[in-house]
């Protein structure tokens, strides 16, 4: 049986600094994530989701517990190899795009491959492939403010693949658009996901949109549920 490319074991993780004392936030969250899966992350808002995803993608650390990835465990890896993991092997997508605003669109998706050592050229090559594959191959050259909330986040979209990864962690993706470019968004994500065989765990208020998806687990009280 393949590793999977995600696993959460026993991940917690509390706040600290409030009058009233820490925060337990996860409780010990252990969850699997297998190659070519896509997995729904329902919670209710404050429920930790965001600090789940920022854990599964190294962005931070646990208090207590390991997560592994591609089989390897990220928690006995210097920050340095860390990084470097989360730049070649892990995309994100955030309900707001967070695109550059000064760069244009193919820009946005060149540069995160410039700091992974790719050469210019390839860079824009692939830039302009990812585009395309979400048509938006005559937009590469406009800037954030031109395009629309869908576009932008399919931009967004792209600038998470550039590298290739293998693990696509997204929070709340379409959670900024109208019910229309929602589903528009999440279509083509999901259909390129699945071109491409990626592993991804979305984070999603949206039902509808979580059913579409092969799995759904739901976090309350620092726990995923069980159903």
């Known amino acids: 049986m393949n590793e999977p490319v995600l696993e959460l074991d026993s991940i917690a993780k509390a706040y600290h600094g409030g009058a009233a004392g820490p925060v337990d936030v996860l409780r010990g969250v252990s969850l699997r ?12 808002s404050g429920a930790g989701k965001s600090t789940l995803l920022h854990i599964s993608g190294l962005l931070d650390t646990a208090d207590r517990g390991r997560v592994v990835i591609d089989g390897v465990d990220m928690t006995r890896l210097s920050d340095a190899t860390r990084t470097a ?22 820009e946005n998706v060149i540069l995160p491959q410039l700091a992974n050592g ?7 090559t692939r830039a302009e492939d990812l585009l395309a594959r979400v048509g938006l191959a005559n937009r590469g050259g406009h800037r954030p ?4 909330g869908g576009e932008q986040q399919r931009v ?3 600038r998470a693949m550039a590298n290739a990864p293998h693990l696509l962690l997204a929070d709340e993706p ?13 279509g083509v994500l999901m259909e390129v996901v699945r071109e491409t065989g990626l592993s991804a765990l979305i984070a999603t208020h949206n ?5 579409r998806m092969d799995r759904i687990l739901r976090l309350e009280g620092g726990r995923i549920a069980t159903s």
Not at 145 to 148: I, P
Not at 207 to 211: F, G, Q
């Open 156 to 158: 967004a979209f792209c």
């Open 33 to 44: 994530v297998a190659r070519g899966e896509v997995v729904a992350l329902v919670a209710p």
């Open 118 to 124: 790719a050469a210019r050229r390839a860079a824009q």
């Open 85 to 106: 993991v989360r730049r070649a092997q892990v995309g994100f997508i955030y309900q707001f795009h967070h695109l550059l605003p000064e760069f244009t669109a193919a």
């Open 207 to 211: 039902l509808e949109l979580a059913h």
């Open 174 to 186: 379409t959670g900024n658009l109208d019910p229309a470019t929602s589903d528009q968004v999440f």
């Open 145 to 148: 403010a031109e395009l629309s």
